[in-house]
């Protein structure tokens, strides 16, 4: 499958921050996704960008598709401490078949 | 909210053994994946399936490997004999045509 690299693989927290991170790719995709996974549970779509370019917003998150194709980011605005857990990116091509990143676990600083 | 259910939640079974993992797709949904995540890495694509037959599938999909959708609801993946290393949560997910996929909760699968 297609190669995402996502970065930071971890990061701390504090409450009230702004978190973001990223993924980049070799290859372009059609779409790109942005999952969150609590521990136990399946990944869960938090948003999903169909253009490049595309910009946008869901609740404090915001993403975007960037115009290479091959790249998007995810911001968490004034994070709170239900948003720990593990971020992944995911690119899309024309068969809809997913490719993952490695995932970015977020953890809240004591 | 219509989800993706999967059944078992948790299956330990011992190398060698036969296991067949359930899910139950959203119901006006069409086309079905299996995704495999070891512990600690990322979730990898196995198989898509649709029209009742196997749409494309990755290197780890080989012979031991099976899916079926016995009847209008439940989507089965099924390893013949089972290895330590298929030891995985395995995500289900489904979606209708043009639109994104949605993931089940997983199966943990434990080969001892």
């Known amino acids: 499958g297609q190669q995402l690299n996502q970065s930071p693989q971890s990061m701390f927290i504090q409450e009230g921050e702004d978190v973001s991170m990223n993924c980049t790719s070799s290859?372009?995709?059609?779409?790109w996704l942005w999952y969150k996974q609590d521990p136990g549970e399946g990944p869960v779509l938090l948003i999903a960008?169909?253009?490049?370019?595309e910009l946008t917003s869901n609740g404090r998150l915001t993403a975007q598709f960037g115009i290479t194709r091959k790249d998007s980011f995810l911001n968490i605005s004034a994070s709170i401490p239900s948003d720990v857990g593990i971020y992944f990116c995911?690119?899309?091509?024309?068969?809809?078949?997913?490719?993952f990143g490695a995932g970015t676990t977020v953890t809240v600083r004591a | 909210e219509p989800e993706v259910t999967q059944t078992p939640s948790h299956q330990v079974t011992q190398m060698g053994q036969e296991v067949i993992l359930r899910c139950v797709p959203i119901?006006?949904?069409?086309?079905f994946y299996w995704y495999r995540q070891i512990l600690g890495q990322k979730v990898e694509f196995l198989v898509s399936?649709?029209?009742?037959?196997?749409?494309?599938k990755s290197e780890i999909f080989d012979d031991q490997f099976s899916v079926e959708r016995p009847d209008g609801s439940n989507f089965t993946l099924k390893i013949r004999s089972t290895k330590l290393e298929d030891s995985a949560m395995y995500f289900c997910?489904?979606?209708?045509?043009?639109?994104?996929?949605?993931f089940g909760p997983g199966t943990r699968l434990t080969v001892l």
């Open positions: 995911a690119g899309q091509l024309n068969d809809y078949k997913l490719s």
């Open positions: 960008l169909y253009k490049a370019g």
């Open positions: 399936f649709y029209n009742n037959e196997i749409s494309e």
């Open positions: 290859s372009i995709f059609n779409t």
């Open positions: 119901s006006n949904h069409l086309y």
């Open positions: 997910a489904s979606r209708v045509a043009g639109d994104v996929q949605f």
